[in-house]
């Protein structure tokens, strides 16, 4: 029989697994300097955590199961609603604003694809209970500063505020159940499916050519801030817009107050979900073609939906494999340092008690150390130990031993010295 690995899945090998390792403490790296904490929540929830956040219909997209206790339960298919979760039963008491961050692996039963897994990460976070547009500045300039420290300076924020269609549709009296139809459409880009969508079976929709010219005239918004004054005049007539615009504006001058200056707005990105109440903001990476998307996010009352108080959230979830496609498609692969610095060799049976010895030595000095186990002859030593990469190979033979000592050989160079044993970790470590 056999055996491979489950389709839509990967294997990561050392050094694929050292460059996932840099590129997660990078971005940890920046969220801790923002005073976000970590926290980890299940790999599986109650089913009804999903579907009530994003409908039944999101079954088929589940790897769900029923446990040995009748318990309808799923893996995560991401990680916003679990925080959601979270809050309410661990955080209802905390003081506000909650600052945190998340990574980890999620599921989804799709068909798998070219930069598109059933088993995929993501690193995220939340800031809940924070006043806006500070909060949604903070959480722009945190995802632009992580993103330009893995290396990436192509990216951009394309940013809007749904509050002004939702007060579009207030004003119309748009029914909920078309308003989620119409939002899912403006997200996909497609106007020929929303002019469909707005001569639907809808009366206030399909007699309303108002409502169908300012829809269509707002999804070619796109732009930077000089745009503005052409949002404002298209949705001066109505009244339940004025707030979220002026929100809008208010966030583009605090962004501009955090040094974040690659943004565009565009009117065009609705994120798909009803849960959104502000600010949507998409990160798109040049040069990545399909798997351009790096990121998603807004602000939202998640937590609302799940009984608990309004409370505010914004947040943001990076494709963490996407990211690692982008870095490496746009400044290559990194030359990482060798992950062992010394290699310790006895040359002979009687070496092999002090080899060991020696090895714990400089492992208790911080110095990553690895040892012959294989016995290898002194030839195939000193090719294995330039096959790993080591900068030092340590030489452990009688006749240096009698007189309390090794032999040091730096493989860059090709030198030797012969160093007392107490010293061996000063050396290196002055060598390095």
Same mark, same amino acid.
């Given at each position: 029989?056999? +055996?491979?690995?489950?389709?839509?899945?990967?294997?990561?090998? +050392? =050094?694929?697994?050292?460059?996932?390792?840099?590129?997660?403490?990078?971005?940890?790296?920046?969220?801790?300097? /923002?005073?976000?904490?970590?926290?980890?929540?299940?790999?599986?929830?109650?089913?009804?955590?999903?579907?009530?956040?994003?409908?039944?219909?999101?079954?088929?997209?589940?790897?769900?199961?029923?446990?040995?206790?009748?318990?309808?339960?799923?893996?995560?298919?991401?990680?916003? $609603?679990?925080?959601? @979760?979270? /809050?309410?039963?661990?955080?209802?008491?905390?003081?506000?604003?909650?600052?945190?961050?998340?990574?980890?692996? #999620?599921?989804?039963?799709?068909?798998?694809?070219?930069? @598109?897994?059933?088993?995929?990460?993501?690193?995220? #976070?939340?800031?809940?209970?924070?006043?806006?547009?500070?909060?949604?500045?903070?959480?722009?300039? !945190? #995802?632009?500063?992580?993103?330009?420290?893995?290396?990436?300076?192509?990216?951009? +924020?394309?940013?809007?505020?749904?509050?002004?269609?939702?007060?579009?549709?207030?004003?119309?009296?748009?029914?909920?159940?078309?308003?989620?139809? &119409?939002?899912?459409?403006?997200?996909?880009?497609?106007?020929?499916?929303?002019? =469909?969508?707005?001569?639907?079976?809808?009366?206030?929709?399909?007699?309303?050519?108002?409502?169908?010219?300012?829809?269509?005239?707002?999804?070619? !918004?796109?732009?930077?801030?000089?745009?503005?004054?052409?949002?404002?005049?298209?949705?001066?007539? /109505?009244?339940?817009?004025?707030?979220?615009?002026?929100?809008?504006?208010?966030?583009?001058?605090?962004?501009?107050?955090?040094?974040?200056?690659?943004?565009?707005?565009?009117?065009?990105?609705? @994120?798909?979900?009803? /849960?959104?109440?502000?600010?949507?903001?998409?990160?798109?990476?040049?040069?990545?073609?399909?798997?351009?998307?790096?990121?998603?996010?807004?602000?939202?009352?998640?937590?609302?939906?799940?009984?608990?108080?309004?409370?505010?959230?914004?947040?943001?979830?990076?494709?963490?494999?996407?990211?690692?496609?982008?870095?490496?498609?746009?400044?290559?692969?990194?030359?990482?340092?060798?992950?062992?610095?010394?290699?310790?060799?006895?040359?002979?049976?009687?070496?092999?008690?002090? $080899? +060991?010895?020696?090895?714990?030595?400089?492992?208790?000095?911080?110095?990553?150390?690895?040892?012959?186990?294989?016995?290898?002859?002194?030839?195939?030593?000193?090719?294995?130990?330039?096959?790993?990469?080591?900068?030092?190979?340590?030489?452990?033979?009688?006749?240096?031993?009698?007189?309390?000592?090794?032999?040091?050989?730096?493989? =860059?160079?090709?030198?030797?010295?012969?160093? $007392?044993?107490?010293?061996?970790?000063?050396? &290196?470590?002055?060598?390095?």
């Amino acid at each position: 029989m056999e +055996f491979v690995r489950p389709r839509g899945t990967r294997d990561f090998l +050392f =050094e694929e697994m050292r460059q996932r390792k840099e590129v997660e403490n990078t971005l940890r790296k920046v969220f801790e300097n /923002y005073g976000f904490g970590e926290v980890q929540t299940p790999l599986f929830e109650d089913l009804n955590l999903f579907t009530t956040k994003s409908g039944e219909e999101i079954v088929d997209q589940l790897y769900n199961f029923t446990d040995k206790g009748g318990r309808e339960l799923t893996l995560r298919p991401e990680i916003t $609603a679990p925080i959601a @979760r979270l /809050y309410l039963n661990e955080m209802q008491k905390t003081a506000k604003p909650i600052k945190l961050y998340y990574y980890g692996s #999620c599921f989804r039963y799709e068909r798998p694809q070219k930069g @598109r897994f059933r088993q995929f990460w993501q690193f995220g #976070c939340e800031l809940i209970g924070a006043k806006s547009p500070e909060g949604e500045a903070e959480v722009i300039a !945190m #995802c632009s500063n992580a993103i330009e420290e893995l290396g990436i300076t192509t990216a951009e +924020f394309n940013v809007n505020h749904l509050g002004i269609i939702r007060g579009l549709f207030a004003h119309f009296n748009i029914d909920e159940q078309t308003q989620r139809k &119409i939002m899912i459409v403006i997200d996909k880009g497609d106007k020929k499916l929303l002019e =469909e969508s707005l001569i639907g079976d809808d009366p206030v929709i399909k007699d309303n050519p108002e409502i169908n010219e300012v829809l269509f005239k707002l999804m070619d !918004m796109v732009g930077d801030s000089s745009i503005i004054k052409d949002i404002r005049e298209l949705v001066s007539p /109505y009244e339940e817009a004025h707030e979220a615009l002026a929100e809008f504006e208010e966030l583009i001058k605090t962004l501009e107050s955090y040094q974040v200056f690659n943004y565009k707005l565009n009117l065009g990105v609705a @994120r798909g979900l009803d /849960y959104y109440t502000g600010i949507v903001f998409e990160v798109y990476v040049q040069g990545l073609g399909a798997q351009k998307q790096v990121c998603g996010g807004g602000t939202y009352s998640l937590i609302k939906l799940f009984g608990g108080e309004e409370v505010v959230s914004t947040g943001f979830a990076l494709g963490f494999d996407r990211l690692i496609n982008a870095i490496e498609e746009l400044t290559g692969k990194k030359e990482l340092e060798p992950r062992i610095t010394a290699y310790v060799a006895a040359i002979s049976e009687s070496t092999r008690g002090k $080899a +060991f010895e020696i090895t714990q030595k400089l492992r208790l000095s911080d110095i990553p150390t690895d040892v012959d186990l294989s016995r290898k002859k002194f030839k195939k030593l000193l090719a294995y130990a330039d096959k790993i990469g080591v900068k030092f190979t340590v030489l452990v033979g009688e006749r240096d031993l009698e007189d309390n000592k090794v032999t040091i050989k730096n493989m =860059e160079t090709g030198e030797q010295e012969l160093v $007392a044993i107490d010293d061996v970790a000063d050396y &290196i470590k002055k060598e390095i």
